[in-house]
């Protein structure tokens, strides 16, 4: 019997990353230019102190519409309780996380560490790819 696939065979390594100390009018630039719903936002260790979406930008841009103010630090509107899953994590286990949230994406950890992040089309597209 064939071991199911695990998401670390499907998930983009190739990430964006914010800091939380960037200014959040940069972040949303970032994100908008790379056409990309979130990013993990990591420390100076490389360590994930968060997430920052569209969402939380939305919500940016709303106080700095009240406020006519841009300056605010990403740790000011990041997601801090940090939702990822594990790089050996199976299809089926990762597909049952994303039902169970309203995430569009998950960091993954490998051994502690940020080594990936898949969102709900590279898991639709590994569990099509499978049933084949």
């Given amino acids: 019997m064939n071991p199911r ?3 670390r065979n499907y998930m ?4 964006t990353l ?3 100390e960037m200014e959040i009018l940069h972040a949303m630039e970032i994100l908008l230019e790379k056409r990309i719903s979130g990013a993990p936002v990591v420390d100076t260790e490389g360590a994930v ?5 569209k969402k939380d930008c939305l919500r940016a841009a ?3 519409a009240y406020f ?3 300056g605010s630090p990403v740790a000011g509107f990041m997601s ?6 594990e790089a ?6 990762a597909a049952e996380r994303f039902l169970a949230s309203n995430y569009r994406r998950f960091p993954v950890l490998q051994e502690g560490r940020l080594v990936g992040q898949i969102s709900r089309a590279d898991l639709l597209r590994a569990l099509v790819e499978n049933w084949r």
């Fill in 5 to 7: 696939p695990r998401i």
């Fill in 12 to 15: 983009a390594t190739e990430l």
């Fill in 18 to 20: 914010l800091r939380p």
């Fill in 49 to 53: 102190v968060g997430v920052l979406s």
């Fill in 62 to 64: 709303l106080n700095a």
């Fill in 68 to 70: 006519q103010e841009w």
């Fill in 80 to 85: 801090t309780k940090v939702e990822v899953l």
């Fill in 88 to 93: 050996d994590m199976d299809l089926v286990a």
